[in-house]
Every structure is written in C-alpha cells, then in structure tokens.
C-alpha cells in the first residue's frame, strides 16, 4: 500500500501471531509506525505476559509503544454487552483518541482473509444485506488492514521461514465464542469441500464488493435528485419517494447512512401524520405535510445575546442593523419600525421556549408563539431556529417574521428605531 509511506501510523499490536507479522514487515519496509498495545485483563498472567512481549519487542525494533489496561468485564456489565464487545468498542474508542490527541494518519490492523470469511459466515447466519456480505474493507476511513489479501496459512508460512516469535491467545481455542465455532469447526468443512476455497470466496466477495459500489454510485447520484439542501437541513419530498420500487430497499440504501436501517419504521413514516418523528444516533427523520426533513442531532442550548444600540452585530446569530430615521418605509418581515422610547435598552437576543407569547403587529390581542408558528406552518426545525429579539421580558419582534404590536410607531412617536435583518 504505497499511500501509507510518509503517513504516521499506529498498528494494532496483541503480539499474537498476525499483528506480529504486520509490525515486522512495518519495521522493515521503513514505515512510520507506533504500536498500541489493549492489555483487556480478562486472562490474568497471560494478559500480563502479551502486555510485556509487545513492550519488548517494540524496545528491539526501535518502535514506540503505547500500552492501555482495561476494565473489559465491569464495562460489559455496566453498558450490557458481550465481553467480546466491550473489548471491540473499547479498543476503537482508545485508537480514535490517539489518532486525535497523537496526530496519527490510520490505524493499521492484522486481519486477514480467513477473518473475513468469518465476518461473512457470521453475518449470513444473522441475516443481512449486501453490506454484511461484502466482507471487511481493506481501507475504511482510517483504519487500514494490509494482510487482508492473505491466507493465515501464507502469513504462518512467513512467520515461520523468518523465525518469528509470538504469543497464542489461549481463549481462541474455546468455540464458546460464534467466530471461533465458525473458524474451528466449519471453515475447516468448506475448506474440505474444494482445496482452493478460501480464494474462490475472495473472488465472490470481489464481485459483491464491485456491485456494492455500483449501487452506491446509483444511490448517490439519486440522492443527488431527491436530497434537497435547505438551511442547514435536507429535504424530501414524499411523492417522489413513493415512485421508488421496490421501496423497502430504497429507503434502506438512501437512509442508512444517517443510522436509520429499520426500512419499516421510514416507510411507516411516509403516511405519519404531520410532526411525526424518527430518530438514530445522529440523524432526526421528521414528517413535514408533503416531505421529510432529515437533520443531524444537535442538543438545543438556551443562548441569549446582548444587543446595543450602536454595537456591531456580526458576531450574533442573525446580523441587525439598528438606525434612528425621520419617516417610515415600507415594514415587512425583515424590516420593523418600532417606537425607540418604548424599549429598554440593552435589548436582548435569545431562543423561543414553550409559553412565550407575543402581541402580532396588526392584530388585538395576544397570541402564544406556539400558535403563531403552526399559523405559519413552520416545521419543527425551523422552530428551533428561531430567534426573538425581546426588551426586558417582552417580545418586541419574532425575528423574520412579526414585530410586536405594543412597540409600534404611533403618532405621539419622537423617535423611529428601524431594524432590518441582514442574514
């Protein structure tokens, strides 16, 4: 892999067989590399004894090392997991914080062919897609695995003819666990069925890996179509959704990369009632009258800004420009004429929350915002985003949209306070 020549790179190291190999033949081809050690404590001396082999024979290769202990079994208990993926996900989660507080390009991985066949047989016996069949990528984002081409039987061979050293995981000999159940018992089985069955299984998982990307490459260019940028969110209309056939499968494709793989729940969403809403890990899904307004996740804060009269505003969420003027022009819903005697100055900035309410200019009579927005037809996103401009406790102008009848310029006014949003 000649891209990873100049890059700064961190290798996974158990000091088991495989990732011994990837660390020699990272030393010997000169790359840039660290290792980093997971040290699980889930096999007393024997944890202990890898932790110390690494550390020794990156001190011979002149490598550095980083080395981190685990409390593997109390964090399964504590997020309900399988040891097995605890340990996964405490394993990335210390290889994402080094690539960022270290400075490093990839992470570098020893798996190999065999692993996954053993990644496909066990996704197959679950049920899945194309995604689950299409095996482990060589380079996914920035985790990189340059023996993936290999057999272990080829990366044995080598270890062997350079007369390596390495540790044996005791645990990968118990087939309590699914993968080594597939790797100890059937692997063995379909390799018994045809001598050169691991290769003819790289080849398949060749061709579904080449039509994976041709869907993705249709995938993208239709999102392209119906994925519509507006303000910071997507929009879709729902007609244009219902053409689709068969539709389960396109929703799957066009929506799991936002976390949302229950194809049914999406469908389900297309008839919803109007505010009707889904949401994944990152992603909000809502129901808006005739499309879906899809959105990352971001945790609503409370801001309020302080607002002079003759202060730049370039800085604040939405850009005013305050001016005193002799007459009035034309008011609209980004312009507001407002009597300055009326306001306590500083004014102030700040979100809408649920019980506000407001006097509409024009209109008798108060009307809560809540009101006013479903008036409007705003969505639920468009809510959060808005902004009321207040003096002390009291609106004064829902910004974009209404300014306040009690502010308003009458005939008695001495002074005219115009206003106009600029973004």
């Known amino acids: 892999m000649p891209f990873l020549k100049g890059k700064r790179l961190l290798l996974a190291c158990s000091g088991g067989m495989d990732s011994v190999v990837l660390t020699h033949l990272s030393a010997d081809t000169e790359l840039d590399v660290s290792l980093a050690h997971c040290n699980f404590n889930l096999r007393d001396e024997e944890s202990d004894g890898d932790e110390i082999f690494v550390r020794e024979m990156a001190t011979k290769l002149g490598i550095k090392v980083f080395v981190e202990q685990f ?9 309900r997991l399988s040891v097995q993926m605890a340990a996964r996900e405490l394993r990335y989660q210390w290889f994402d914080e080094l690539l960022q507080t270290k400075d490093f390009d990839y992470v570098l991985t020893a798996h190999h062919a065999g692993d996954s066949l053993e990644t496909f047989l066990i996704n197959l016996s679950r049920g899945t897609g194309i995604d689950g069949l299409s095996g482990i990528p060589e380079v996914n984002e920035k985790v990189v695995r340059p ?7 080829e990366i044995l061979e080598y270890a062997q003819s350079n007369k390596m050293e390495w540790r ?13 159940k597939i790797r100890h018992e059937i692997v063995p089985k379909l390799k018994e069925l045809h001598p050169t069955f691991l290769q003819n299984f790289g ?14 490459s249709y995938l993208d260019d239709l999102k392209n179509k119906l994925f519509e940028q507006s303000e910071g969110v997507i929009k879709i209309q729902i007609v244009e959704l219902q053409k689709l056939q068969p539709l389960e499968s396109y929703l799957y494709g066009l929506f799991k990369d936002y976390g949302f793989t229950e194809w049914n729940d999406v469908k389900n969403l297309l008839t919803a009632m109007s ?3 889904l949401f994944s890990q990152t992603h909000q899904l809502l129901k808006d009258r005739d499309c879906l307004i899809l959105s990352e996740i971001k945790n609503r804060v409370n801001e309020t800004y302080t607002v002079f009269l003759d202060v730049d505003t370039s800085e604040l969420p939405v850009q005013l420009k305050m001016e005193e003027v002799e007459t009035l022009d034309k008011q609209g ?9 009326k306001l306590n100055f500083p004014l102030v900035l700040r979100n809408w929350e649920k019980g506000d309410y407001f006097y509409p200019f024009g209109m008798q009579g108060k009307k809560k915002l809540s009101k006013f927005f479903k008036d409007e037809k705003l ?3 468009s809510k959060e985003k808005q902004w009321l401009l207040c003096s002390d406790n009291e609106i004064v102008w829902v910004v974009g949209k ?4 009690r502010f308003k310029v009458e005939g008695s006014t001495k002074q005219i306070l115009k206003i106009t949003q600029l973004t």
Request: glycine share 4%.
């Open 275 to 277: 505010g009707k809403q």
């Open 203 to 216: 080849n398949t998982q060749h061709h579904l890996q080449q039509t994976k990307d041709l869907v993705n």
């Open 71 to 79: 409390k593997t079994e109390q964090y399964a208990g504590k997020h």
């Open 402 to 405: 209404r300014a306040d009848e």
């Open 147 to 153: 023996l993936l081409p290999f057999s272990q039987e």
């Open 168 to 180: 044996e995981d005791s645990s990968n000999a118990s087939t309590k666990y699914l993968r080594n």
């Open 333 to 341: 819903k980004n312009v507001v004429f407002l009597d300055k005697e």
């Open 379 to 381: 969505d639920v996103l």
